[in-house]
């Protein structure tokens, strides 16, 4: 039953925002746009995503702990975004916002209100950058509401290589992050991103990723999802450029009462561009994963050369996943594939394994982990790929 | 006789309700070589699961007995602790493990006793170096292999040969070979046998069972007994002699003695 959201969110708490932060103009006129968005809302009829007994009318803003490991290297700027949007006012004022849009739904409207801390990262032309940029936002308490937003913006023929990591405390009771990442790749160059959500159990997700990828650029992507309560975020890589690429990994790894949700959407704009999305799913217990892809190749998009696999795995009975790979095609000259398999462990795997002495529920274990092994091993961090993995190990 | 014969007895064994195996006596004696040859779909490799313990295969009648032991009353895993092992006619890949790491859990599975802590137990890892290593010299494998995924994409011949290695490193006292041979070049076909025999050499009592469609293994790995399988029934026993003669006259001839006509 869709409820109004009006006034479920303190106005104080967004007044209280507004006036301690000497903003922009537009900025402001943003803000105010996207509040009025969210307040005059219903309640998203999101099918897939479990919001019984969520208000958001239970939450208090905070900041989210933001850092940053990187030893900097020339022509590379890395900034909070408050001050971001003072210094490089042009730049944020065009990327901010294209993730995350406030017509997309009622929390992307009330992301676009609240976001509050974050990071923008900008690499000057002609920059390759080989160090890792190590990100990391942590909500530290229960009952915090968090928006903190990533924008990456590189000129032509640079690259970096980001790693963002979402986590949070092992508090018991629930919290919000109200996500969104906003990249753009400069012609010629290269981004490599992977975002990593690590947070506890309770908490709730809703955001949206956003990756343009401009004339002969590419991006690397890897989105691992192996924490909250219910996460709902939408991605998206538009190959804008001719010629672009980009190659998508990633993992959803669900257990307990976890209602996990990617909406990954490629999006073949410009010529003799390449995609190829790879993700995948494991659901335990009574978790809830979903999948919901799409690939778009509209008639700009001749010479495409797309390929999105999906693969699921249950690891019980009362476990779901729903997978639903789209596919739109408006121009002749592409070649498109796809597939998707969702099953359980196979039998004659875990009979080889036993039969070479590991009991059963080691050998299903290591079926397991190497399913979600082939993904995590793509951490480009080890300290995030240690977390990641203590998670699943205790998950399986 | 000794209680290290594997020993079965009226094996009848049914897949999807079907009877396949129509009551198999057979013996694998400590320390000998055995060879089961029998055409296409005669239950051969229906044995072989069956021994391993494949939850597909049901067994409606018999025994199985080795050391002691029940054989069908133990998990796959724990017949392999017992000394069983199954060199796979069609070898399963399991992507994202790798070689190394499966072949030292199977190794560490196989050292851990009941109620000791599993890592006062494991093989050291300096110490599992060099047995992998030495090992896949033996049977001529590179060392990338071990860094590759259980027999994703491994071409039919590598998958042979790397039963083999898990065989040399199990060091199992009773090992099926299913149709082992196939998909091997005459050159991985020497290399594979002489890995067989050396293993063998190395723990004398191992018993051996070869199931082969050609007799070229043979000539490798000398067998101590032939024993012909035909309709998921034994139909005739001899000794190494047996194999030339089927080679050279095929299987008709026995069909036709046993079942009266050539079908
Ligand atoms: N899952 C199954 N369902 C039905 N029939 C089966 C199944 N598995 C095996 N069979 C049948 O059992 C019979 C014996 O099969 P098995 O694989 O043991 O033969 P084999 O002697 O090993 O043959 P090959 O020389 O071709 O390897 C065959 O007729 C086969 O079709
Ligand atoms: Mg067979």
Redesign the interface.
Known sequence: MPANLQSTFDVAQFEALLASRNEPEWLTSRRREAWQAFETAEQPDWRRTNLKGFNIADYTLAEAEVSVEFAGAEGVTILPLAEAIQSHAELVQRVLGSAVQTSRDPYSALNNALVNGGLFIHVAKDVAVEELVRIRYHVAKAGTIVAPRTLIVTERHSSINVIEEISSADFDASAVVLTGVEIEVGDGGQVNFSSVQTLNNNVYVLGSQQIRINRDAQAEWLNVVVGSAVQHVTLEANLSGNGSSVNWNGLLYGNGKQNLLVAPKLNHIGLNTEGQINFKTVVDDEAYAVFDGMVKIPATGQGTNSDLRENALHLSKTSRSDSIPGLEIDANEVKAGHGSTSGQIDEEQLFYLQSRGLPFAEAKRTIVLGFVGEIIDMIPDEAVRERVETIVAEKV | MSANNLVIRNLHVAVDGKEILKGINLTIEEGKIHAIMGPNGSGKSTLAYTL?????YEVTEGEVWYKGQDVLDL???D???LGLF?A?QY???????TVAN?LR??LN??RAQEGVDPKSTAIPMAEYRKVIKSRMDMLEMAPDFARR??NEGFSGGEKKRLEIL?MAM?QPSISIMDETDSGLDIDALKIVAEGVNKVKAEKPELGVLVITHYQRLLNYIKPDYVHVLMNGQIVREGGPEMALELEEKGYDFIREEVFGNAS
């Open positions: 391993a313990g494949h939850p597909r998990e796959p895993n017949r392999s602790k199954l796979f070898p399963v890949a399991v992507a994202g493990v499966f859990a199977a599975a196989h995924y259980l898990q199990l």
